[in-house]
């Protein structure tokens, strides 16, 4: 009987759990690897209240894997607005926080969620240590904290954990027996890049037999890629790597409106990424240009199901 592939993605927060939303309407094998260092909202008060990874991406996840009624992934993103002490956690952090507890670890927990909520696919923390991340800026400041990591107004030279993590074997496994192992768009150097930062991990990627692809952000991010082109955001993912780099990269060709890139940059400071298809290719990386954009109550985002397909696609050459 022939089995699906194997695709294996790093990430956090709305990206990967975007991606995932997307790809799951395929027949593959999807396993999510997710960074837990995120110390911003309900997530980062959980982390310091109860001494845990954080919770908050892999809520996402696990709601954008699940094959549930949408109400009950409604519920899972679900934030109180209130004047109590509730304000501002999500039902589906305080679920994991108590699962955790219950079970005296994140992996049962997340084990215990996913079959109440069937999800199509595996979930995976890239540890489940209480890990801090740090930055090392280019002007020698060193920041503490993903949050404050983002908002220090400074050019980022390195990131790493101030302890160090110790990575389950079951993360090992899943990127050894990888047939594409993928690296969401999403935060640069904290929400990707996390993922990276543990030898183990880079040697199972080296190990594994399988292509790295990225997927392009479509927009720059104030405080981490500041005038990022596309293949300067693959430097910076290869950095990371151990031997194997990434191969392949997925870009949006699609029209986005100059109304629409003037809100950003006024707004947000965020310009769009310009893909340079020259030096990609000088690189070595394959380049795989598709219409993705869409508009999300006037936000960019990826479409999820077309993005899905070229991901498929790509599987089946």
């Known amino acids: 009987m022939k089995t699906n592939k194997k695709v294996v993605i790093l990430g956090g927060g709305n990206g990967l759990s975007s991606l995932v939303g997307g790809l799951k309407k395929f027949p593959v094998d999807i396993t999510a690897i997710v960074v837990v260092s995120d110390d911003g909202s309900s997530t980062g008060k959980l982390r310091e209240e109860f001494n845990i990874p954080a919770?908050?991406?892999?809520?996402?996840?696990?709601?954008?894997?699940?094959?549930?009624?949408?109400?009950?992934?409604?519920l899972l993103n679900y934030r109180f607005k209130t004047n109590s002490d509730l304000n501002g956690h999500t039902l589906g952090n305080l679920l994991l926080t108590a699962l955790i507890d219950i079970s005296g670890s994140l992996s049962p927990g997340i084990e215990a969620i996913s079959k109440v909520f069937n999800l199509k696919g595996k979930v995976l923390p890239i540890t489940q240590d209480y890990v801090t991340l740090m930055a090392e800026m280019t002007d020698g400041t060193l920041i503490e904290g993903e949050h404050n990591i983002t908002k220090a107004d400074k050019k980022?030279?390195?990131?790493?954990?101030?302890?160090?993590?110790?990575i389950a074997q079951s993360v090992i496994d899943e990127i050894e027996q990888a047939d594409l192992i993928i690296l969401s768009m999403g935060s640069l150097y904290t929400s990707i890049i996390p993922n990276l930062l543990c030898q183990k991990v880079k040697d199972a990627i080296d190990k594994s037999k399988a292509d790295v692809m990225y997927i392009c952000n479509m927009m720059t991010q104030p405080g981490e890629t500041d005038g990022f082109t596309a293949s300067q955001h693959i430097k910076a993912l290869n950095e990371y790597l151990g031997n194997k780099k990434v191969s392949k990269i997925i870009v949006n060709k699609g029209n986005i409106s100059e109304e629409v890139l003037n809100k950003y940059l006024v707004a947000e400071q965020k310009d769009p990424v310009i893909v340079d298809s020259e030096e990609l290719e000088n690189m070595g990386v394959k380049v795989v240009s598709e219409d993705l954009v869409t508009?999300?109550?006037?936000?960019?985002?990826?479409?999820a199901l077309k993005l899905g397909l070229v991901i498929f696609s790509q599987l089946t050459l």
């Open 295 to 303: 508009l999300e109550d006037g936000t960019i985002k990826h479409d």
């Open 156 to 166: 980022i030279k390195k990131v790493f954990y101030k302890e160090t993590p110790y």
């Open 55 to 74: 919770v908050g991406d892999l809520r996402r996840v696990i709601a954008s894997l699940s094959e549930t009624e949408q109400l009950f992934q409604d």
